[in-house]
């Protein structure tokens, strides 16, 4: 399976802004996708988690309330709503999948990665 992320880029701090993840390769509903962040010499952690098969979703505590992630089964994608914004989301976003579905969404489960899309938020 393949994923490619876009929508990154600049945004104002409580602004807003969307990710997408474009899944090819492998059924699309078969899938549970992931989204996670990274900044430089820390862990990768998740954002967010979608499955699929039944719609069922997980977000972590960073996300709650502010993010919102679904997917569009017409397109094989999944987005990324994120919403007011903080200087600390700023990260490099990576969507992944994953076969089979785990509370929490662990990394470790995700074994297919997307190259990652810039988000840099300013004051």
């Known amino acids: 399976v393949r994923l490619v992320e876009s929508g990154g880029g600049l945004v104002q701090a409580v602004g807003s802004l969307r990710l997408s993840c474009v899944v090819s390769g492998d059924p699309f509903e078969d899938w549970t996708i992931g989204w996670f962040r990274q900044v430089p010499g820390k862990e990768r952690e998740v954002v967010s988690c979608i499955s699929n098969v039944d719609g069922r979703t997980y977000d972590a505590d960073s996300a709650r309330d502010r993010f919102t992630i679904s997917n569009d089964y017409a397109k094989n994608a999944v987005y990324l709503q994120m919403n007011d914004m903080k200087l600390e989301d700023a990260d490099v976003y990576y969507c992944?999948?994953?076969?089979?579905?785990?509370?929490?969404?662990?990394?470790?489960?995700?074994?297919?990665w997307g190259q990652g899309t810039q988000v840099t938020v300013s004051s």
């Open positions: 992944a999948a994953a076969a089979v579905w785990r509370k929490r969404c662990p990394k470790s489960y995700f074994g297919f």
